[in-house]
């Protein structure tokens, strides 16, 4: 059974900063590419970062404008973990966070075969 699971979300100030994980079962992390959306209170989900499968011949890594520079993605493929590190957060960071195998930039990270499968969310609140 696939299954996504994000951590590592919380209560933070603004400036602050944040480690997101992704943990992975059901498949081989090495396989696919792994994207991360967030949605905020009244807005639509919005599509931050993504990785793409190691050895492709994707760029790679994608940050949407929103959050270049101070969010950053890796992945441990021998943990089965995608991380996100948040840093300089601000109030309008706020939010739920989702890892999962669509990805927000197919041109960098590439495509995945199959269903697509989300996580169910960790929260991230950036207090001013």
């Known amino acids: 059974q696939v299954q996504l699971v994000e951590s590592g979300g919380g209560l933070v100030q603004s400036g602050g900063s944040l480690l997101l994980a992704c943990e992975v079962s059901?498949?081989?992390?090495?396989?696919?590419?792994i994207g991360w959306y967030r949605q905020a209170p009244g807005k639509e989900r919005e599509g931050i970062s993504c990785i793409g499968k190691p050895g492709g011949t994707f760029s790679y890594k994608y940050y949407a404008d929103s959050v270049d520079g101070r969010f950053a993605i890796s992945r441990d493929n021998d943990k089965k973990t995608v991380y996100l590190r948040l840093t300089s957060l601000t109030p309008d960071d706020t939010g739920v966070y989702y890892c999962?195998?669509?990805?927000?930039?197919?041109?960098?990270?590439?495509?995945?075969?199959?269903?697509?499968?989300w996580g169910k969310g960790t929260q991230v609140i950036v207090s001013s």
């Open positions: 999962t195998t669509v990805v927000p930039s197919l041109a960098t990270c590439g495509v995945n075969y199959g269903p697509p499968h």
């Open positions: 059901g498949f081989n992390l090495d396989s696919v590419a």
